[in-house]
T-cell receptor
């Protein structure tokens, strides 16, 4: 069964450093998402991506964040200068079409020291 | 106002019990609705989509009331393996999905 994959599973970084979180969505899916979940809190929408551009983004997704789909398979989330409060689980999700459900990757746990 | 609200629980029920979870959403233009389950430190996994006519999948029944902006999930004959956090998810408009805080369920032997 196809699945969304994410790497790394755990990333530890120093405050102020750049991190890139990687995702490989399911191959025939057209919509891609990033979410974050701070420990003990709800899953929060960050950004959606369709047709090679951002379609929606939340207030959390400020200038420090960017997304790319560089090669037609990978979907990346970059945080330019990490802050302590960026520590969270980051989930990638993909969706085949507008009327379908999202499938989530296993997540990357980001720890900012 | 929160976009999606759920009773966080926790719900502690004995095996075999029937349990119901509720969820309300703020935007009347919301388009699609889902229940996901999330195990501790794992990713959300789809349990079921929620349709206007209501839908059932084995022991699970989901209902949608658009007039009241309310979604429910009923679990019958609870199993130990049903212990998880149940997330209400709403696509309000466009391509943005909102999650509730989740309702924690523990099924006790």
């Amino acid at each position: 069964e196809p699945e969304v994959t994410q790497t790394p599973s755990h990333q530890v970084t120093q405050m102020g450093q750049e991190v890139i979180l990687r995702c490989v969505p399911i191959s025939n899916h057209l919509y891609f998402y990033w979410y974050r979940q701070i420990l003990g809190q709800k899953v929060e929408f960050l950004v959606s991506f369709y047709n090679n551009e951002i379609s929606e983004k939340s207030e959390i997704f400020d200038d420090q964040f960017s997304v790319e789909r560089p090669d037609g398979s990978n979907f990346t989330l970059k945080i330019r200068s990490t802050k302590l409060e960026d520590s969270a689980m980051y989930f990638c999700a993909s969706m085949r079409g507008r009327e379908y459900e999202q499938f989530f990757g296993p997540g990357t746990r980001l720890t900012v020291l | 106002r929160k976009e999606v609200e759920q009773d966080p629980g926790p719900f502690n029920v004995p095996e075999g019990a029937t349990v119901a979870f509720n969820c309300t959403y703020s935007n009347s233009a919301s388009q699609s609705f889902f229940w996901y389950r999330q195990d501790c430190r794992k990713e959300p996994k789809l349990l079921m989509s929620v349709y206007s006519s209501g839908n059932e999948d084995g022991r699970f029944t989901a209902q949608l009331n658009r007039a009241s902006q309310y979604i429910s999930l009923l679990i019958r004959d609870s199993k130990l393996s049903d212990s998880a956090t149940y997330l209400c998810v709403v696509n309000m408009a466009g391509n943005q999905f909102y999650f509730g805080t989740g309702t924690s369920l523990t099924v006790i032997p």
